[in-house]
């Protein structure tokens, strides 16, 4: 019998022992064993605090970034051999699409996000400078740097490769190493994605480890630079979350619990309307994508009462066209639950709510299942119970039976249903199908408090909807309460669970030269040469150009109100001004950012290539006729360009501020233009 590896210290190794059997969901034949006995945790966290963490922290976000885009690509030239291996999981193919290729796209996703969002840095500097001293010669800012421990993941049996890659996306990109423990009784797939990606050579060693099986005492050797995350139950999160190791060191732990999350239906809905149809629709399928063992899953299914026999009509109806059995039969539409254990678990559950629950549709014993054996497969027919007095019989809030399950209430107001979608205390996602977005908006305001994510769908949206239970690396997944506290991926907002933000105080120029980012008041070098002459890596931060000035006239004010079309009052109408702040035709913003720029700009051709936009502006001061004005263009920031093809252009983005000021030195237009330049390499080719 096959006996799963472990990849610890740059090695795949097997553990001592037999191990824990696992089984094929839909035959209920044994295909490997997993056992992590005799494996030195102490040595994988330090391999990869030592080996792993020292590399990835040298790279910047943008050759992180580009790792992630060669592993995504890597991945999906051998996503068939992962789709196979899935049905041994009771997935169907729709099931694994959204484990295998969802995962992928979470670093495709972060891929982007890291070169389009983070510098071309090893750090991130978070916000902006503060004035914390009288004259501006001491300030402080922060910076976001990579902790130098290990992201421990503790992912869920239902999704062995999204699980995994939508955690290490984030990390890997944050500059922090990653140890995997996946459920065991799934843990066949992600063995198999890990030894792609290890065999790949994209990630530097180190970087990944992979358990298959127990996590020993790992979690008692954690510090402070660690982080630890955890997927499954809220019962076996509370237990690790309590460990004295995390509570003594302060480790980071974020918990991502399966919750009792709900679907409303708006009250306006009725049996022929389009939102109706849309909501049984999506129901249904949250209820048997991946067999209902979804950590997102509708457990609880709300309803206007004046409609809740349609809807449980509706429900069962659409429920019995879902065929379950083998995902490689054809006609098939729900596979299996992940194990044995699962399908006594979810029986035991649901018999706890028809305790307090009638039956709507389905039988646990009783079902029909095509191209298997019943008994030898994890199979369960879906359930749809009703629950009459939703307000007094708590256990359809406080019970969840992690399959093909929803128990559908009703309310009478807006309030009871906000109050019912909160009794679950704490989701990871809600959803609204509704036409009225008053009651969109009510919905939000009386219930966001209880969820990590609401999802609004009308008729508008329904067709580009990515649905209830599709957690997107762009938003936030996780949630308060039960759901378990915690929040991943959310874009960037992400990487900086693995860094940590610290103040810094000092000069100016000191800190100007610890970001490579100029700071308001920083020592400032000036050039003969014109910086416009000057190619990418000549250019220093700091460097400033003083102009020569000029006077703005009345004839300015005309001119560009003619040619821009921009005939505002305080421009064009000195009778209009009383109870302004203007006390005669002002100039336009706009004109003096134009003319600031015919005052730094060199016209001959040279490195810089082109415009390439304007990120911040503001007009602090009123420009009169007769007033004069200059400016200083400062080197702000440098941000390095990959090239996209061997006949691309090498360049890099250079961020100037525009400072301009009147006669009295006062500032009266401020802003950030960036402009492309031409790298030195390329100086033949001018």
């Known amino acids: 019998m096959t006996k799963l590896q472990n990849y610890v210290c740059g090695k795949w190794i097997e553990g001592e022992g037999a191990g824990v059997p696992l089984f094929n969901a839909i035959t209920g034949e044994q295909i490997a064993s997993a056992t992590t006995q005799g494996i030195d945790f102490s040595a994988m966290l330090q391999y990869a605090r030592n080996v792993g963490g020292p590399t990835l922290r040298k790279m910047t976000f943008h050759a992180r970034a580009r790792m992630l885009k060669a592993l995504a690509l890597h991945l999906t030239a051998k996503k068939e051999m992962f789709y196979q291996l899935s049905y041994a999981t009771g997935a169907t193919k729709s099931d694994s699409w959204v484990d295998i290729e969802g995962g992928i796209g979470n670093l495709f996703v972060y891929a982007s996000k890291g070169r389009r969002e983070l510098p071309d840095e090893t750090f991130y500097v978070d916000g902006k400078p503060e004035m914390i001293s009288k004259n501006g010669t001491f300030i402080g800012h922060h910076i976001c740097v990579p902790l130098e421990g290990v992201a421990i993941h503790i992912n869920a049996f239902n999704f062995p490769c999204w699980g995994m890659l939508e955690k290490i996306a984030v990390n890997i990109l944050a500059g922090v190493p990653a140890i995997v423990k996946p459920a065991t009784a799934t843990s066949y797939l992600t063995e198999l994605m890990v030894k792609e990606i290890i065999s790949s050579g994209i990630l530097p060693e180190g970087t990944l480890q992979l358990l298959c099986g127990s996590t020993g005492n790992l979690l008692d050797l954690v510090d402070c630079q660690d982080v630890v995350t955890f997927t499954g139950s809220a019962t076996t999160g509370r237990m690790l979350k309590s460990k004295k190791s995390i509570l003594d060191n302060s480790v980071r732990f974020n918990m ?95 018999k706890e709510l028809m305790s307090v629950c009638e039956v709507a549709y389905g039988d646990l014993e009783n079902f029909e299942v095509v191209g298997a054996d019943k008994e030898k497969g994890a199979f369960l027919a879906s359930m749809l119970l009703y629950c009459n007095d939703p307000f007094n019989k708590k256990q359809p809030h406080e019970i969840e039976a992690f399959g093909p399950v929803s128990t559908v209430m009703s309310y009478k107001t807006t309030d009871e249903a906000c109050e019912l979608a909160k009794m679950g205390k704490g989701s990871l996602v809600g959803s609204v199908l509704t036409n009225d977005d008053n009651f969109a908006r009510d919905i939000v305001l009386g219930t966001a408090c209880m969820h990590g994510r609401l999802v609004l769908i009308n008729s508008e949206s329904a067709g580009e909807s990515t649905g209830h239970g599709s957690p997107l690396p762009h938003l936030i997944h996780g949630g308060p309460g039960r759901a378990g506290g915690g929040e991943e991926m959310g874009g960037i907002r992400g990487v900086f669970h693995y860094m940590q933000r610290t103040a810094i105080q000092g000069s100016p120029t000191t800190l100007m030269h610890v970001f490579n980012q100029y700071m308001p008041k920083a020592k400032q070098t000036e050039d003969v040469i014109h910086p416009f002459r000057k190619y990418f890596e000549e250019l220093q931060i700091g460097e400033t150009l003083i102009t020569h000035k000029r006077t703005v006239t009345e004839a300015d004010i005309v001119n560009f109100a003619n040619i821009s079309g921009d005939n505002f009052y305080a421009h064009t109408d000195a009778t209009s001004l009383e109870g302004t702040i203007f006390t005669q035709r002002v100039v336009h913003g706009y004109f003096v950012l134009s003319a600031a720029a015919g005052l730094f700009v060199d016209p001959k051709k040279g490195p810089v290539l082109l415009n390439y936009g304007l990120e911040e502006c503001r007009f602090t001061k009123p420009v009169y006729p007769g007033m004069t004005i200059g400016v200083k263009l400062t080197v702000k920031e440098k941000v390095d360009q990959e090239k996209k093809t061997e006949e691309d252009v090498p360049k890099g983005i250079v961020k100037w501020v525009v400072d301009v000021y009147d006669e009295t030195g006062e500032t009266v237009a401020i802003a950030t233009i960036l402009t492309m330049v031409r790298k030195k390499v390329d100086r033949l080719n001018l």
Do not use: W, Y
Not at 318 to 344: C, I
């Open 256 to 350: 991502e619990a399966d919750s009792l999350n709900c679907c409303i239906l708006g009250p306006e809905a009725t049996p022929d309307s389009d939102i109706f149809k849309l909501f049984v629709k999506e129901v249904v399928r949250e209820m048997t994508t991946k067999a209902g063992q979804k950590c997102t899953a509708v457990r609880r299914t709300i309803v206007h009462e004046n409609i809740v026999g349609e809807v449980l009509k509706a429900l069962s109806a659409r429920l019995k066209t879902t065929v379950v059995g083998n995902p490689q039969t054809e006609g098939v539409r729900m596979g299996s639950l992940a194990s044995k254990e699962q399908v006594t678990d979810v029986k035991a559950k649901v």
